[in-house]
């Protein structure tokens, strides 16, 4: 199994910037990538942005590419996402997970943290 706990959420004026973490604990060597996610105020579901563990390859979605980043530090089992020049759609839940090898689908999640902007 793997845990893993996002921290970093919290209220920011339109313009400002963020940075979440996830932490990753457990069998951290199974992970293949990590992403982050996001669940909107009307419940939709959006992907924001991967990273593969070992590479450090990363691709994001068109909504957030150019402002937000991932990041990874592999000696603390942490990734990050930068998030700048917040806009208030990107209201919502942040929620990271992790991809084990030779899996097709996103099998271990955080519990999300929230992020709020204002106007």
């Known amino acids: 199994q793997v845990h893993l706990v996002e921290s970093g959420g919290g209220l920011v004026q339109a313009g400002g910037s963020l940075r979440l973490s996830c932490a990753a604990s457990?069998?951290?060597?199974?992970?293949?990538?990590m992403a982050w996610f996001r669940r909107g105020q009307r419940k939709e579901f959006e992907f924001l942005a991967r990273?593969?563990?070992?590479?450090?390859?990363?691709d994001y979605a068109d909504s957030v590419k150019g402002r937000f980043t991932i990041s990874r530090d592999n000696a603390k089992n942490t990734v990050f996402l930068q998030m700048n020049s917040l806009k208030l759609e990107d209201t919502a839940v942040y929620l990271c997970?992790?991809?084990?090898?030779?899996?097709?689908?996103?099998?271990?999640w955080g519990q999300g943290t929230q992020v709020t902007v204002s106007s």
């Open positions: 997970a992790a991809r084990a090898a030779q899996s097709g689908v996103y099998g271990y």
């Open positions: 457990g069998r951290t060597g199974i992970i293949n990538d």
């Open positions: 990273i593969n563990w070992t590479g450090g390859s990363a």
